[in-house]
């Protein structure tokens, strides 16, 4: 069974399966994938994208399958405010992916960064727990996020388009007199 698209959740007709996906598998376009129910999965779609539990697998026969973030090995970070603030932008200043939850992050675990946020002050409690990190600067897709659509109002780039018509007229060339215009 091939999945086609991916819709939003709770469109259409209810979920008759699940797919429970851990963070680094939640980016795909393509690949065999299988349900809770065993049911496998032929995900081709366009192309990559989230597989967010906001979403839904489209199943060529009609079907939708819910999708879910899967416990994982974590690390939950937790300070002073102050102290947090200055934790979340060590992760940050690394480029990790991190969720942020009232009075705590929580970061995959990482051995090496754990080390360095216990130096920082950090408290580090391990768990298994969905991961739901934050998207790219642009809201959309990882940490790297952004579009590359050409509609202005959904291309936070559009601005820096080359416009032909609104190019800016070359600066005169010293060498080349003829060049000025």
Not at 75 to 82: D, G, K, L, R
Not at 115 to 127: C, T, V, W, Y
Not at 157 to 168: C, L, N
């Amino acid at each position: 069974m091939r999945a086609l698209a991916l819709v939003p959740a709770g469109e259409g007709a209810a979920p008759a399966d699940r797919l429970t996906l851990p963070y680094d598998a939640r980016w795909r376009r393509r690949g065999r994938l299988v349900t809770e129910g065993g049911e496998a999965i032929l995900l081709d779609l366009p192309r990559a994208e989230e597989l967010s539990e906001t979403l839904a697998l489209a199943l060529e026969d009609g079907r939708r399958v819910a999708l879910a973030p899967a416990p994982e090995p974590v690390a939950e970070v937790s300070a002073a405010p102050a102290a947090l603030a200055r934790l979340a932008w060590h992760v940050g200043n690394r480029h990790t992916p991190a969720e942020i939850l009232e009075g705590r992050l929580r970061i995959l675990r990482d051995h090496v960064l754990e080390d360095m946020l216990i130096r920082l002050g950090a408290e580090i409690r391990h768990l298994e727990a969905p991961f739901r990190p934050e998207g790219g600067a642009y809201g959309m897709g990882r940490t790297h996020g952004h579009s590359h659509s050409h509609d202005p109002h959904h291309d936070p780039d559009a601005h820096m388009r080359d416009a032909p018509d609104q190019a800016p007229d070359p600066a005169p060339d010293a060498d080349h007199p003829e060049t000025a215009p």
